[in-house]
């Protein structure tokens, strides 16, 4: 049977680092977490799917009867009785404090299987193709769930650029990609096993599309033990079949209780070509965006007569419509026998940007700095010092902006000639094959990353307006475009019909402090005007990003930014983003699937923060 194992006052960060305080230049960010629980689910057998989730939910009543032991009657560290929030961790990669409670804390990463759905017990009127329905558990990673997908001939519609994130996790947040016509991960979710508290456990799924009848939801029976009143009690499943509830609890930003299972629609699989184009970008192409002309943008990369499958635009902050632009489309491979492409993943803007990382800089640069700035000062934007120390960084891949450095080693051609997606695509495979695993390339907290969800018809103008806007920061970062059709889930940050989803990613302040302890080690009197530099180069996304929160609400484009990413979302934009209404009716799912005591257990510091529930 699945167990669960405890581990007191122990230290935890999030992926991207940025939860907690580093106590040296040297150190990264963490937390010190007074009860972290572990999940160990590798004895459940996926071939039997319903039990398995049993199986787990069942280990999941053991931890939350150990939250409200907490609660009620203290901890064996002497801590005594108290509220608290205890927040469920997939892979970390929030960079919002959606995860990360210094009181208890679940690491779901052991939540993992997954296996196609028993045909038999799909309820006779739902509507879509039941060969293609799996269930897995709520910690199973993408990567997990695409590679036993591809097996059986299947894979995910759509996704971000990398597998790593865990199912609940991408889910919740709205986690999505830039394949055309697509929604969000959400979109492909039919139902969801989620445990609420020590004694009870929900399947929610819509009433117009049923994934089980209630005959076979009232079979999911979930063992509880060694839980006081509840000891070796049979707890029964409550059914929930409301399409509002479910549209809302998609979205569920970790709060709507433990994701034990979830049962996902997905497509048939396929393989892609992946195509890198540097071709300039002009205000005609943005206007061609901005009206969903995909076709019309294919024509113009060279690509007449093959349909784009996917779609990123990556342009250079300080010249959108110069004479570069980093194109990456897929197209279906027709022609399996031409030739053997590599096996190679796709170039993604935040792993470029995070092989920097504070480490390229040769130490001879480093120890000579304070005299190299004065022998060739550099100039820059507006502040020569961080345009210098950027360089350094840069000099390594002999680029001038991060842009250029992405571009670079992003295997991007500049094609004169129709292109040939069978001959001239970089990589070709499954999506499984043509995407990575960890996001940043493996370099924790070497990003910066932060969204914003606009109406597409806004595209062109947003561009101009966020550009003008940072055309004084260092070039440190990237804007890419992605889009997005009818994402599913009430809070889906990517709200509008068809959202263009503007993504600014760059170097994070803690690769700029690992530079800079690089500097203070190599010797020397530090020069103040250099360490100043370092401050406000670690500045500049945090600036960049609040450049284009003022940008589109001067330009009056409305737009949207992602839960789980920087840019100081908070409760006055989240209450102006979402129509009358929907906040509530969110808060009112909320609080038909859990108790009051539950709500406070089922919080977390950013949704307190964004006013979506009251601070405990």
Request: aromatic share 6%.
């Amino acid at each position: 049977m699945p167990s669960k194992s405890l581990h007191m006052f122990a230290a935890w960060s999030n992926y991207n680092l940025t939860a907690g305080d580093p106590r040296s230049p040297y150190d990264t960010p963490g937390l010190t977490i007074e009860n972290l629980f572990s999940l160990h689910c590798s004895d459940v057998n996926p071939s039997q799917p319903m039990e398995a989730m049993a199986a787990t939910g069942t280990v999941l009543l053991s931890y939350l009867a150990a939250l409200e032991r907490l609660r009620t009657q203290g901890s064996p560290a002497g801590f005594p009785p108290r509220e608290f929030s205890a927040a469920t961790v997939g892979q970390g990669w929030s960079f919002a404090p959606l995860v990360g409670t210094q009181v208890a804390q679940l690491l779901a990463s052991g939540l993992s299987w997954c296996s196609a759905l028993d045909l038999q017990v799909i309820a006779d009127d739902f509507c879509g193709d039941r060969s293609k329905l799996m269930i897995a558990g709520g910690g199973t990673r993408l990567r997990e769930l695409v590679n036993v997908a591809e097996n059986a001939g299947l894979s995910l519609p759509t996704g971000g650029t990398h597998l790593g994130q865990s199912l609940a996790g991408g889910i919740g947040t709205g986690t999505h990609g830039s394949r055309l016509g697509q929604g969000g991960l959400q979109n492909m979710v039919r139902a969801m096993h989620i445990v609420t508290g020590p004694n009870s456990h929900v399947w929610l799924q819509r009433s117009s599309n049923p994934v089980l009848t209630d005959a076979e939801i009232a079979k999911i029976v979930l063992q509880a033990s060694g839980q006081g009143n509840a000891r070796g009690q049979s707890i029964s499943c409550t059914a929930i079949s409301d399409d509002g509830h479910f549209d809302n609890a998609l979205i569920h930003l970790g709060a709507m209780g433990i994701v034990n299972a979830v049962v996902v629609e997905l497509v048939e699989a396929t393989r892609f070509n992946v195509i890198a184009i540097d071709c300039p970008v002009t205000s005609e192409w943005l206007t061609l965006v901005s009206q969903s002309q995909f076709g019309a943008i294919a024509d113009a990369l060279g690509l007449t007569g093959h349909e784009l499958k996917f779609y990123e635009l990556t342009i250079d902050p300080h010249a959108p419509c110069g004479t570069h632009g980093a194109h990456l489309v897929y197209t279906d491979r027709t022609a399996e026998k031409l030739i053997d492409l590599p096996q190679e993943t796709r170039p993604v803007p935040a792993d470029a940007i995070c092989s920097l990382a504070g480490l390229n800089a040769p130490t001879e640069s480093i120890t000579n700095l304070s005299a190299k700035f004065k022998a060739n000062p550099l100039g820059g934007p507006s502040d020569p010092v961080a345009a210098q120390l950027l360089q350094l960084l840069l000099q390594s891949s002999n680029s001038s902006s991060v842009f250029d450095h992405y571009r670079k080693g992003g295997r991007f051609t500049q094609f004169g000639r129709p292109i040939n997606p069978d001959i001239d695509a970089i990589a070709s495979g499954t999506w499984g094959a043509i995407h990575s695993d960890e996001i940043t390339g493996g370099v924790p907290g070497a990003l910066y990353n932060a969204s914003f969800a606009i109406d597409r018809t806004n595209t062109a103008k947003a561009v101009a307006a966020i550009t003008a806007a940072v055309s004084q920061l260092a070039p440190s970062f990237v804007f890419t475009l992605r889009f997005v059709d009818n994402a599913a889930g009430a809070l889906a940050f990517t709200r509008f019909a068809q959202s263009t989803v503007i993504e600014i990613d760059g170097l994070s302040p803690l690769a700029i402090a690992l530079f800079k302890a690089q500097y203070l080690a190599s010797g020397g009197d530090p020069d103040p005007e250099i360490l100043a530099g370092f401050d406000r180069l670690s500045g500049t996304l945090e600036r960049g990003a609040l450049a284009v929160r003022a940008a589109l609400d001067a330009a009056q484009i409305d737009f949207s930014m992602h839960w789980a990413k920087l840019g100081k979302l908070d409760a006055a934009k989240v209450a102006a983003d979402y129509r009358a209404g929907q906040i509530t009716a969110w808060q009112n799912t909320r609080a038909h699937l859990l108790t009051p005591a539950q709500r406070g257990v089922f919080s977390n510091p950013a949704i307190e923060h964004y006013g979506l529930v009251p601070t405990t």
